[in-house]
């Protein structure tokens, strides 16, 4: 099992910067693929960037260029920077877990991008 915990989610100005963290806890939390997930009222769930237990990472081609996925193992964290952003990226983002047929998720975060 794995427990993830979301944070770092708020209203920013479009162009702005924010970080969001996801906290794992309750399994080997380094051999997990972690991804970003997000949606926006009245879409469907999107990939935004992912990340491998190795360090190989991907990313919607969306938000290329402006996030930035990151991982720290040793504190059971998963990172998204998210710069020059822009009101079409608000959304709840979710973060994930996965290996195999396990599959987890947190309870999401909010951002809003707006003036």
């Known amino acids: 099992q794995v427990q993830l915990v979301e944070s770092g989610g708020g209203l920013v100005q479009p162009g702005g910067s924010l970080r969001l963290s996801c906290a794992g806890s309750g399994s080997i939390f380094s051999i997990y693929r972690m991804g970003w997930y997000r949606q926006a009222p009245g879409k469907q769930r999107e990939l935004v960037a992912a990340i491998t237990s190795g360090g190989s990472t991907a990313y919607a081609d969306s938000v290329k260029g402006r996030f930035t996925v990151s991982r720290d193992n040793a504190k059971n964290t998963v990172f998204l920077q998210m710069n020059t952003l822009k009101p079409e990226d608000t959304a709840v983002y979710y973060c994930?877990?996965?290996?195999?047929?396990?599959?987890?998720w947190g309870k999401g975060t909010l951002v809003t991008v707006s003036s």
């Open positions: 994930n877990a996965r290996l195999n047929l396990e599959n987890y």
